[in-house]
């Protein structure tokens, strides 16, 4: 069993900037890559970043260089600081963990999303 604790989001206006925590628990022998998903009203969920246990980083071209993701492998912790923010980044953002459980296999597992929401 694998516990998401999500913080951060709520409502900005435009160009102001807002950050996201989420810390994962559970049984589980490690974690992969960690990261952060959106999904707006009619639309696919879509990649917003992702760090890898080695803190290497990927970015949807549509936050790269506005958004920085960040992790803490001993606190099984991820932020996103999101900066610049504009009414299209208004979406339920997910945290992400591939977790490889204590049978080595690896499951992805998701939080149960914050709303962010950016007004003109």
């Known amino acids: 069993q694998v516990q998401f604790t999500e913080s951060g989001g709520g409502s900005v206006q435009a160009g102001e900037s807002l950050d996201l925590s989420c810390v994962v628990s559970g049984k589980i022998y490690s974690i992969g890559a960690m990261g952060w998903y959106r999904e707006a009203p009619g639309k696919q969920r879509e990649l917003v970043a992702t760090i890898t246990a080695r803190k290497s980083t990927t970015y949807a071209p549509s936050v790269k260089g506005r958004f920085t993701i960040v992790r803490d492998n001993d606190k099984n912790a991820v932020r996103l600081w999101m900066h610049s923010l504009t009414p299209e980044d208004s979406a339920v953002y997910y945290c992400?963990?591939?977790?490889?459980?204590?049978?080595?296999?690896?499951?992805?597992?998701w939080g149960q999303g914050t709303q962010v929401t950016v007004s003109s």
């Open positions: 992400h963990a591939a977790a490889v459980e204590l049978t080595l296999s690896t499951r992805d597992y």
